[in-house]
């Protein structure tokens, strides 16, 4: 590792409460005196989490705290999660000082320790950033394009393992499978139908749609960004590119299928459409989630054949994914924007200006 790790274990003084990710707040922080080594002003730096190993899960998760450059050649991995509720804390070890995260972070440390005696080397945005600097955050925020394209790999933590994750994780090698014997094609949707198939397989996909992570703004960019990037559910890893292709079938499958479902639902020779309602406001909270892995899949594409994607359109493609504060809806894909486009955009925005911008932008088309 080009960096030392001498160098990586140099810690700053931690006591800090859970902060808000890039441009969110929250309500009800303590008034808990905290202790942040100020980032240098010259060139970009940004901070590293050292996660030490553990001997068994059950053990403290504990951590150190670096200072590098934000070109450092050291091979940290890049975190992509979903906040989860503020008020939901776990405790984590940082030098000698006790910080508070949320669950859904616990979890993802808690699963990431390595077994093997070595640390792992990590970017998470509620740590390595001071989020009560305003300045700090602000020009954290902005190399965010940076810190997700210069990690070896991106981590797609979208949570733990649930009763039906074992059931995907049958669905999916079943899927891969089938794609290998098509002379190496995306396997035909007709898969998710298969006989083979267990009957809670897509009551599994759906489950892993629902997910909160699958929701978020940020997610378009920090998945499109990243040179390597896997999905981690509990202990599964997946490569994502694969999964993508995985979700963009059952997409098309669910499409066909929903509809049909639909027409079996709709009443028949009356005037009550309450089921009719009912029946296609479920199925289009699937839907919603699975416009993610086809928004990333077909901007990937043109990124990758050299096409730029207007704003608009991008706006579209997001327009479905959550985000606290509207700005946010901006920021999240700004880094998927040419340096041309950029250019062009105005230094300020208002927030009322934002927002009115993201209310016209039409979600992308099933």
Same mark, same amino acid.
């Given at each position: 590792?080009?960096?030392?790790?001498?160098?990586?274990?140099?810690?700053?003084?931690?006591?800090?409460?859970?902060?808000?990710?890039?441009?969110?707040?929250?309500?009800?922080?303590?008034?808990?005196?905290?202790?942040?080594?100020?980032?240098?002003?010259?060139?970009?730096?940004?901070?590293?989490?050292?996660?030490?190993?553990?001997?068994?899960?059950?053990?403290?998760?504990?951590?150190?705290?670096?200072?590098?450059?934000?070109?450092?050649?050291?091979?940290?991995?890049?975190?992509?999660?979903?906040?989860?509720?503020?008020?939901?804390?776990?405790?984590?070890?940082?030098?000698?000082?006790?910080?508070?995260?949320?669950?859904?972070?616990?979890?993802?440390?808690?699963?990431? $320790?390595?077994?093997?005696?070595?640390?792992? +080397? !990590?970017?998470? &945005? #509620? @740590?390595?950033?001071?989020?009560?600097?305003? =300045?700090?955050?602000?020009?954290?925020?902005?190399?965010?394009?940076?810190?997700?394209?210069?990690?070896?790999r991106v981590i797609l933590w979208v949570g733990p393992g649930s009763k039906t994750t074992p059931y995907l994780q049958i669905t999916y090698q079943f899927w891969k499978q089938e794609s290998v014997d098509d002379a190496g094609k995306l396997a035909e949707s007709s898969v998710f139908g298969h006989a083979k198939i267990h009957p809670q397989a897509n009551e599994a996909v759906q489950s892993m749609?629902?997910?909160?992570?699958?929701? $978020?703004?940020?997610?378009?960019?920090?998945? +499109? !960004?990243?040179? &390597? #990037? @896997?999905?981690?559910?509990?202990?599964?890893? =997946?490569?994502?590119?694969?999964?993508?292709?995985?979700?963009?079938?059952?997409?098309?499958?669910?499409?066909?299928?929903?509809?049909?479902?639909?027409?079996?639902?709709?009443?028949?020779?009356?005037?009550?459409?309450?089921?009719?309602?009912?029946?296609?406001?479920?199925?289009?909270?699937?839907?919603?989630?699975?416009?993610?892995?086809?928004?990333?899949?077909?901007?990937?594409?043109?990124?990758?054949?050299?096409?730029?994607?207007?704003?608009?359109?991008?706006?579209?493609?997001?327009?479905?994914?959550?985000?606290?504060?509207?700005?946010?809806?901006?920021? #999240?894909?700004?880094?998927?924007?040419?340096?041309?486009?950029?250019?062009?955009?105005?230094?300020?925005?208002?927030?009322?200006?934002?927002?009115?911008?993201?209310?016209?932008?039409?979600?992308?088309?099933?």
């Open positions: 590792m080009a960096l030392t790790m001498l160098a990586l274990v140099r810690q700053d003084v931690w006591s800090i409460t859970p902060a808000p990710r890039s441009t969110e707040t929250t309500q009800g922080e303590t008034t808990q005196v905290q202790h942040y080594t100020k980032l240098p002003t010259r060139d970009q730096h940004i901070r590293l989490l050292v996660l030490w190993p553990c001997s068994a899960n059950t053990d403290p998760i504990k951590c150190s705290l670096a200072i590098a450059r934000s070109d450092t050649t050291a091979e940290y991995e890049a975190l992509s999660y979903a906040w989860g509720k503020a008020s939901d804390t776990r405790t984590i070890w940082i030098g000698a000082k006790s910080y508070d995260v949320t669950q859904n972070l616990f979890m993802a440390l808690q699963e990431l $320790r390595s077994r093997d005696g070595r640390p792992r +080397i !990590l970017w998470v &945005d #509620a @740590v390595c950033i001071y989020q009560r600097d305003n =300045e700090e955050r602000t020009a954290q925020v902005q190399m965010m394009t940076a810190i997700y394209q210069n990690a070896k749609l629902s997910r909160e992570w699958f929701g $978020r703004a940020w997610v378009m960019q920090e998945v +499109i !960004l990243a040179r &390597d #990037a @896997v999905k981690r559910c509990g202990g599964f890893q =997946e490569d994502w590119k694969t999964f993508c292709a995985f979700l963009c079938d059952y997409r098309s499958y669910y499409r066909n299928d929903s509809r049909g479902l639909i027409r079996r639902t709709m009443p028949q020779g009356d005037d009550d459409n309450t089921r009719m309602t009912e029946a296609m406001s479920k199925e289009f909270e699937t839907l919603r989630w699975i416009n993610l892995p086809f928004s990333v899949a077909v901007i990937d594409a043109a990124r990758s054949a050299g096409h730029e994607i207007s704003l608009l359109d991008l706006l579209g493609y997001a327009g479905l994914q959550r985000a606290t504060d509207p700005r946010d809806k901006i920021y #999240a894909i700004m880094g998927l924007l040419s340096d041309k486009q950029r250019a062009l955009l105005p230094p300020l925005i208002t927030t009322p200006r934002l927002w009115k911008c993201t209310q016209l932008s039409q979600p992308a088309s099933y």
